[in-house]
């Protein structure tokens, strides 16, 4: 990873915008309908550092090569992270291709290699990612401090968050209709389904492009990662990098029928067959248990 990406809160924040032309019309346009004061600068006010005071970032868009030096330099005097349109080796960040869905935003970037092959990239992305997402991100948020209160432990939390998703109250915010998705998500709330483990195991030979979606939902819904230590790595890089891995005996059967009964989904990657012994355990354990195999070549 050779850029990190990060997301800047807007509300209540000034981004500046040095310069004119369709770049900077272009920098300009990707605020529209955000909650960011945009502040538009041109010489000599550009120059000044003052102008840049307070701002979350800047943008200097220009054909004029003095121009830009002036006022990056401006920017810079002022602690403000920079982006100079075209020129990567003025940058503090680079500008993404964007997903826009209001409180959900897809961001692709190339480090300011090829912004064409992001861009190229964002269109594939953005038919996976319906219009209602943004509505059911905000429902969410609304729920947050009840969702927090309801399911104090992470792991439990991250459940009800997961079944969420894919029920009701989320089906009527893609649709909508936030009045029923915030009566339905508080119903959910009140009941407080417990919440289930479950102990899957997932082929780690790799490739990991034969894995079944399945197993790569389960690798992305993962707790805990338990792997054998000659597992691919690509199959590994599939897991949620916030989960708990387990190695040695800290991986043993018993540990992680324990964590299974604790409501943790547990994915145990193998590269060779589960012990009859170990069979015979999770079997008795009455846990949750699913094998998930890579589907065969073709």
Same mark, same amino acid.
């Given at each position: 990873?050779?850029?990190?990406?990060?997301?800047?809160?807007?509300?209540?924040?000034?981004?500046?915008?040095?310069?004119?032309?369709?770049?900077?019309?272009?920098?300009?346009?990707?605020?529209?309908?955000?909650?960011?004061?945009?502040?538009?600068?041109?010489?000599?006010?550009?120059?000044?550092?003052?102008?840049?005071?307070?701002?979350?970032?800047?943008?200097?868009?220009?054909? !004029?090569?003095?121009?830009?030096?002036?006022?990056?330099?401006?920017?810079?005097?002022? %602690?403000?992270?920079?982006?100079?349109?075209?020129?990567?080796?003025?940058?503090?960040?680079?500008?993404?291709?964007?997903?826009?869905?209001?409180?959900?935003?897809?961001?692709?970037?190339?480090?300011?290699?090829?912004?064409?092959?992001?861009? =190229? =990239?964002?269109? !594939?992305?953005?038919? %996976?990612?319906?219009?209602?997402?943004?509505?059911?991100?905000?429902?969410?948020?609304?729920?947050?401090?009840?969702?927090?209160?309801?399911?104090?432990?992470?792991?439990?939390?991250?459940?009800?968050?997961?079944?969420?998703?894919?029920?009701?109250?989320?089906?009527?915010?893609?649709?909508?209709?936030?009045?029923?998705?915030?009566?339905?998500?508080?119903?959910?709330?009140?009941?407080?389904?417990?919440?289930?483990?479950?102990?899957?195991?997932?082929?780690?030979?790799?490739?990991?492009?034969?894995?079944?979606?399945?197993?790569?939902?389960?690798?992305?819904?993962?707790?805990?990662?338990?792997?054998?230590?000659?597992?691919?790595?690509?199959?590994?890089?599939?897991?949620?990098?916030?989960?708990?891995?387990?190695?040695?005996?800290?991986?043993?059967?018993?540990?992680?029928?324990?964590?299974?009964?604790?409501?943790?989904?547990?994915?145990?990657?193998?590269?060779?067959?589960?012990?009859?012994?170990?069979?015979?355990?999770?079997?008795?354990?009455?846990?949750?248990?699913?094998?998930?195999?890579?589907?065969?070549?073709?």
């Amino acid at each position: 990873m050779n850029a990190f990406p990060a997301f800047l809160p807007l509300a209540g924040r000034t981004v500046v915008i040095a310069g004119a032309g369709d770049m900077a019309e272009a920098k300009a346009r990707l605020f529209d309908g955000s909650p960011a004061t945009v502040k538009r600068l041109t010489a000599p006010e550009a120059f000044l550092p003052a102008a840049y005071a307070g701002a979350v970032a800047a943008f200097v868009a220009s054909d !004029d090569a003095l121009f830009i030096q002036q006022a990056a330099a401006a920017a810079r005097s002022a %602690h403000v992270l920079l982006n100079v349109v075209d020129h990567t080796d003025l940058c503090d960040f680079y500008t993404p291709a964007v997903v826009d869905r209001g409180e959900v935003v897809a961001a692709i970037g190339t480090a300011g290699a090829s912004p064409m092959l992001a861009a =190229l =990239l964002r269109n !594939d992305i953005e038919t %996976h990612v319906p219009e209602g997402a943004g509505r059911v991100a905000a429902l969410l948020r609304r729920r947050r401090e009840a969702v927090r209160e309801t399911y104090p432990e992470l792991h439990e939390r991250r459940a009800f968050l997961r079944a969420a998703l894919s029920g009701p109250a989320a089906q009527a915010a893609m649709a909508g209709d936030m009045e029923a998705a915030d009566r339905l998500l508080d119903e959910a709330l009140e009941t407080r389904a417990d919440v289930r483990g479950a102990v899957r195991f997932v082929a780690g030979r790799g490739p990991a492009d034969l894995l079944t979606l399945r197993a790569v939902r389960a690798l992305g819904a993962a707790d805990v990662l338990a792997p054998d230590p000659d597992a691919d790595p690509e199959v590994l890089r599939m897991a949620r990098r916030d989960a708990v891995w387990l190695k040695g005996d800290d991986a043993a059967i018993e540990k992680l029928i324990a964590l299974a009964r604790e409501g943790r989904q547990v994915v145990r990657v193998v590269t060779g067959a589960l012990s009859p012994e170990d069979g015979r355990r999770l079997a008795a354990s009455g846990v949750a248990v699913e094998v998930l195999l890579a589907a065969p070549e073709t």
